[in-house]
Structure formats: C-alpha cells, structure tokens
C-alpha cells in the first residue's frame, strides 16, 4: 500500500486494509509499528488499536530494556512469551514490565486474535514477522523534547546515547526502508495521520 508524502489517512482505512492481509505468525497478523525515540509511535499505536477493537499491543516498554542497552533487548522474551505460542495458534502469556517498580506485573493472556500490534523500536526489523511495517519519524528537536518531557531532564544524556545506538541499528536493518507505510509523527490526530 504505497501513498504519496502527505496524504492524509484515517484509523478505520488503515484498519480496513489490515484484516486484508495474510497472517503471518500463526493465525495472527502481526503489525509493527517502529521508528525513533519519540517520534509519536505510542500515540499512532493507541489510536489504531482504539479503531482494531480487540487488537492487543503488545509494546519494547513491556520489557526491561536499559537505557544502555541494545535497542533489540526486548525481542528474545517477546518472541519466546508472545510471538512462538501465537504462531502455534495459541495463547501467550505476557507480564509486563513496571519501569516504576522495577518488577513484573502479574501475567496477562494474549489470545491468537486476528491483529496484534506490537509497537516499539525494533518492532519492524527485518527478523520480525510482520505482515505489515508502519514506520513513523518526526524531527530531532521535537524527538527529544517529546522524551524529555517524558522522562524528565535527568535522562537527557541517557537519551542521547540511546538515539546514537537506535540510529545504528536502523542504518544496519535498513528498517525504514522496507515500511509499508511511512508516518508524519508531527502531525497525526486521534481520527487521522499523514504519510512522509
């Protein structure tokens, strides 16, 4: 699905075109919504999950993955609780990391449904067995003040360093460029988005 930068898109068409798609972890249908540090991913993740009733998200943040980690950390403990029991048709078993805490929730059961959104960095990279990569990018500047005002001031250095290992991987997976659709994390709404 191929869009020309700038056009602008709604949840339900994009939702529309997904249960189109071929599954591609067992049953499921996997879509991978990837991109920088604060480039808007959690916020586009939870309008289209909103549109995908039923769809679960499953997210990097689910996952202890420090600050001086590699950004794919997360994806052996996604692929072993999350992704091999939906791709042998059945339900995974999650339990989620608590950044305030430092500990795990309690376990969570993500049935084999038609849609599971699994958003973070890495979410799209080339081992992911995605049946469609949506890849969402905003400006630096607005990328960083996004996360700091997110994390707070004293994560500025740690967020730098982090860009610098997330912008390494992207250039090594070349993720952006197999995207099936590129997103403008600057000017999304909850009813609508617009391509890059």
């Known amino acids: 699905m191929a869009f020309t930068p700038g056009?602008?898109?709604?949840?339900?068409a994009l939702a529309a075109r997904l249960l189109t798609l071929p599954p591609s972890c067992g049953p499921v249908r996997l879509?991978?919504?990837d991109g920088p540090s604060?480039?808007?991913?959690?916020t586009f993740?939870?309008?289209?999950a909103a549109t995908l009733v039923g769809a679960p998200v499953v997210r990097s943040d689910d996952f202890r993955v420090p600050w001086d980690a590699d950004p794919l950390t997360w994806w052996e403990p996604l692929l072993s609780t999350v992704l091999a029991p939906l791709r042998d048709g059945r339900p995974a078993?999650?339990?989620?990391y608590d950044w305030h805490r430092d500990r795990y929730g309690p376990p969570e059961e993500i049935p084999p449904v038609p849609v599971l959104v699994v958003e973070g960095v890495g979410a799209a990279w080339a081992g992911s067995p995605a049946a469609y990569r949506v890849w969402?990018?905003?400006p630096l500047d607005l990328r960083r003040a996004r996360a700091l005002d997110r994390d707070g001031l004293e994560y500025a250095a740690a967020w730098d360093a982090w860009t610098a290992r997330e912008t390494a991987h992207f250039t090594a997976d070349a993720t952006r460029s197999r995207a099936d659709l590129l997103v403008d994390g600057t000017s999304f709404t909850e009813h609508r988005f617009t391509t890059r």
């Open 7 to 12: 056009t602008a898109l709604t949840y339900p």
């Open 31 to 33: 879509v991978a919504v």
């Open 38 to 42: 604060g480039a808007g991913k959690s």
């Open 45 to 48: 993740t939870d309008h289209l």
């Open 93 to 96: 078993t999650l339990r989620r």
């Open 136 to 138: 969402i990018d905003a």
